[in-house]
C-alpha cells in the first residue's frame, strides 16, 4: 500500500466512524440502546482500523484487530492498557448487543460505553493528526 492509499484508506475508516457514531445516536435517542451499543463499537474499530492503516496493518478480523492494536500500539506504550481494554470490552459488548436477545442494555450503559468510546477516539485522533494524516 503506498502512502496516497493509505491516506486515503484511513480517510474513508474515519468517515465509517463518523457515521457509525451518528448512528448509534440516533438510535438511542429512539431508546434502542442494543442497536446503539452495538454502533459504537463499530464507531471504534473503524477508528481502530485507521489507526492501524497508518502503520501498514490491515486486519482481517476484530480479534486481529485487538491483537494488533496491543502488538503495536500498547505494547511499545503509545496507548495505555486501559484503551485496549476499552476495545475488548465494547467488542464483547457489542457481541451480546448483537446475539443475545435476553440482554437488553439501558441508557446509562449507553452513556458510559459513549464516554469510553470518546476518550478514546479522541486519544486515537491526536496520533493520527500528529501522523500528518490530516489537518
Do not use: C
Amino acid at each position: 500500500m503506498n502512502e496516497q492509499n493509505k491516506k486515503s484508506n484511513i480517510t474513508d475508516e474515519l468517515d465509517r466512524a463518523t457515521k457509525s457514531l451518528e448512528s448509534a445516536e440516533l438510535l438511542s435517542q429512539k431508546g434502542y440502546y442494543n442497536d446503539a451499543v452495538s454502533r459504537l463499537y463499530y464507531a471504534l474499530f473503524h477508528r481502530l482500523k485507521a489507526l492501524l492503516l497508518s502503520k501498514g496493518l490491515e486486519p482481517k478480523t476484530h480479534e486481529g484487530a485487538l491483537i494488533l492494536f496491543s502488538q503495536h500500539f500498547v505494547k511499545p506504550g503509545i496507548f495505555d492498557t486501559s484503551d485496549s481494554h476499552i476495545v475488548s470490552r465494547l467488542m464483547k459488548y457489542r457481541e451480546e448487543a448483537d446475539y443475545s436477545p435476553s440482554y437488553m442494555f439501558k441508557e446509562k450503559d449507553y452513556r458510559e460505553f459513549s464516554l469510553d468510546v470518546e476518550k478514546l477516539s479522541s486519544k486515537m485522533h491526536s496520533y493520527l493528526k500528529n501522523k500528518g494524516y490530516f489537518d
